[in-house]
Antibody
């Protein structure tokens, strides 16, 4: 069965970096794009962008350029989200979600809570 | 960016009620609309895609309709497990955008 399993919660200080992983199983990794979605505490869903799992080419939504990097390791069917120079406002749950290139998000990871606090 | 607006923001209803949630897009999205259910501390789950197609495993009391800029999610007879937050999403063009969510609560 299709599964996206994300890494565990992180507590980071302002200015630090974090790398969240999303390991896919149960399907051919490169047949689906991977998206990243942010949900701040008590807020709605915000699309951060996506990465083409065939080419590794990332596309970032406005507001997620510069400090945010999407990457892949196709040998282990895993997508990564790295956030650098963390700020308190980066505190959120981050989800990965697959789609068949331009389609709905049919499977989601369980989410990774990143807390930024001094 | 296409703006998605849901109504109502929150809704109180009883088990057995028929409920409708509306989603408006700021421009036509050709039915490239999905609905997700999210329960507290859980990931969203796809319920409806292409405006009216039911995702596998979703109960038939859920239905979607609409075209152009106006879309609805209907639950024909609320069950206790349906109380959650529902989001619409357009995937017609990037940036992909979500509605602000509709919180469905037990009356």
């Amino acid at each position: 069965q299709v599964q996206l399993v994300q890494s565990g919660s992180e507590l980071k200080k302002p200015g630090a970096s974090v790398k969240v992983s999303c390991k896919a199983s149960g399907y051919t990794f490169t047949s689906y794009a991977m998206n990243w979605v942010r949900q701040a505490p008590g807020q709605g869903l915000e699309w951060m962008g996506w990465i083409n799992t065939n080419t590794g080419n990332p596309t970032y939504a406005q507001g997620f350029t510069g400090r945010f990097v999407f990457s892949l390791d196709t040998s282990v069917s895993t997508a990564y989200l790295q956030i650098s120079s963390l700020k308190a406002e980066d505190t959120a749950v981050y989800y990965c979600a697959r789609d068949s290139y331009g389609s709905r998000f049919d499977y989601w990871g369980q989410g990774t809570l990143v807390t930024v606090s001094s | 960016a296409i703006r998605m607006t849901q109504s109502p923001f929150s809704l109180s209803a009883s088990v057995g009620d028929r409920v409708t949630i509306t989603c408006w897009a700021s421009q036509g999205i050709s039915s490239y609309l999905a609905w997700y259910q999210q329960k507290p501390a859980k990931a969203p789950k796809l319920f409806i895609y292409y405006a009216s197609s039911l995702q596998s495993g979703v109960p038939s009391r859920f239905s979607g309709s609409g075209s152009g800029t106006d879309y609805t999610l209907t639950i024909s007879s609320l069950q206790p497990e349906d109380f959650a937050t529902y989001y619409c999403q357009q995937y017609y063009s990037t940036p992909i955008t979500f509605g602000q969510g509709t919180r469905l609560e037990i009356k």
